[in-house]
């Protein structure tokens, strides 16, 4: 298999992953009618990062294949806060939230300086998302509505994107990012299985 192709398969198969990416989260959460488990700051910090991201990409003129699915999980992750708020009783802050997210969307692209400055601590936004998910399973000791095949999926994606952007761009600081990001995704989704498991032998157990 060449180089090439194996770089298109990469890059397909992580868009076509990243426009389910977030589905089985948002049916769980919809099938239970709670969002349970699931940390708010989690996915705000989580979209920050996406927004920071994709807009870095685009800012630098980046191939539109390795960025592409960026839009797509932003609209997920959009659905999935919604469906937060509301079962939390909040929809009210919903525009609040759109609001900002759109004005520091526009505000990253006034001068090169700041959309360099955001790139630079994108790393660690969405390092923080994952610790905070990470440390919402630790207080509570359980899964609640977690959904580890969404987990598993985002760790698929920034393992081929580690591969697809060293082919391409070679951008070290978006190489770091997407290791950074792929070690912490694993480490959510052993966390996740783990207490799943747990839960389960106590079901039985009853």
């Known amino acids: 298999m060449s180089a090439d192709t194996l770089l298109h398969i990469a890059n397909f198969s992580t868009l076509f992953v990243c426009m389910v990416l977030k589905f089985p989260q948002i049916f769980a959460v919809m099938r239970a009618k709670s969002s349970a488990g699931v940390s708010l700051n989690s996915l705000l910090l989580e979209l920050i990062g996406f927004i920071v991201f994709v807009t870095y990409q685009m800012y630098y003129d980046y191939p539109p294949p390795t960025y592409l699915e960026y ?10 806060l919604l469906l937060i708020l509301h079962y939390n009783g909040r929809l009210w802050q919903g525009l609040p939230y759109t609001l900002l997210f759109v004005g520091g969307w526009r ?35 359980d899964a ?46 052993l966390t996740v299985l783990h207490y799943q498991r747990r839960a389960s032998r106590s079901h039985k157990q009853d």
């Open 71 to 80: 839009p797509i999980l932003i609209a997920q992750d959009a659905i999935l």
């Open 144 to 189: 609640g509505q977690i959904s580890a095949v969404s987990w598993a999926l985002a760790t698929y994606t920034g393992v081929a994107r580690i591969y697809t952007t060293t082919a391409t761009t070679g951008d070290a600081l978006v190489v770091v990012r997407f290791v950074a990001m792929s070690l912490l995704n694993m480490w959510v989704l």
């Open 107 to 141: 505000l990253l692209t006034v001068e090169k300086w700041i959309v360099d400055l955001a790139m630079s601590l994108c790393t660690f936004i969405s390092g923080a998302s994952k610790l905070a998910q990470l440390q919402c399973l630790w207080r509570t000791k």
